[in-house]
């Protein structure tokens, strides 16, 4: 028997035929993509595909159609997002958390610390509950080291911007004044620029409409010339062009 005859020998077992419908339904139910699933096949030895009989590779495409079609048939979103929050960080599940909520904005903002200082959401947490709140204002928080941290769950509406907490998202990055303590400024770290970037494009891929502003751009339009000017900040938070920053982010 030479070695060709004992692999057809081989590949005529009921078991390998299993092991290799099994394999094919693995990998079909990892890409999920025809496209993908043609380039696995085209990558196989040729030699080894001249060695499956003509009926169990019928067969093996029938078993990738119908797992296909299976996997398709699943509600895509809930299995995506099983998959990926058993890797995803914290700020990443809570921004995928569901909500009844409407959002329409995100607003970013400044702790309105000095550069440099480390504050951490607990910190922040802290100075709201002293004023009588029942959590922290903001949904997230950027630390200077770019670490983003959960605020309030985001289907609570937060504490950050009067008139606007039902439909919004609250951002806060740590600093927004120069070093004196007094003067705004852009202080953000490249981390922190990077980690909001990364967050409100996850945010953005859940909402799409939502808008993202700095809480200065929520200040009132007080000459009614259709945008909020300079002179019309009622703060200066988040010490940035936001709006324009962050204008064509896309998810
Ligand atoms: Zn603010």
Known sequence: MTSLEKWRALSRAWSVRIAAIGAALYAAVLALDPVQLQATWQS??????????EHVQAWIGL???????????????AVDRRLSLLAAPAWQAAARATIARRITSIAIHCSATPAGRDVRAATIRGWHKAKGWSDIGYHFVVDLDGTIEVGRPI????????????????????????????????TRTPAQKAALVALL??????????????????SPDANGNGRVDRAEWLKDCPCFDAQAEYADLRA
């Open 44 to 53: 196989m030895p040729a030699e080894l595909r001249a060695l499956l009989p």
């Open 63 to 77: 078993a990738l159609m119908i797992a296909v079609v299976v996997a398709r048939g699943v509600p895509q979103p």
């Open 201 to 218: 494009r996850e945010l953005k891929a859940r909402f799409p409409a939502a808008a993202v502003k700095g809480h200065r751009d929520y």
């Open 155 to 186: 289907a609570q509406a937060g504490a950050h911007v009067q008139g606007y907490n039902n439909n919004s998202i609250g951002i806060c990055y740590v600093g927004g004044l120069a070093a004196d303590g007094k003067t705004s400024a852009d």
